[in-house]
């Protein structure tokens, strides 16, 4: 399955939770009601990190980036390449 990296950056997140509303999986807020992006080790603290997934998990990891009002999620594959925002 095609790598990723989820970033967010906490400074421009507002805590609007829409984005683990969406896409709970790769999205939760912590204590400082920053989304941080959940895995191994956990870390709530995570603000980025490399996931792996699927086609399917794609899709929904992007609708989440697009429903961040502040636009502070950013997508990379594994060239380094921006997915998202575009
Ligand atoms: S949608 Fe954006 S502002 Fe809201 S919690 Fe997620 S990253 Fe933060």
Do not use: W
């Amino acid at each position: 399955m095609p790598k990723f990296t989820i970033k967010v950056d906490p400074d421009l997140c507002i805590g609007a939770a829409s984005c683990v509303t969406i896409d709970p999986t790769h999205f939760q807020l912590n204590a400082e009601n920053k989304a941080y992006v959940p895995g191994e080790p956990p870390d709530d603290h995570a603000y980025e990190r490399v996931v792996e997934i699927s086609e399917e998990q794609k899709d929904t990891l992007i609708l989440a980036a697009q429903s961040c009002p502040t636009l502070a999620i950013f997508i990379y594959d594994e060239t380094g390449n921006q997915v998202y925002p575009a």
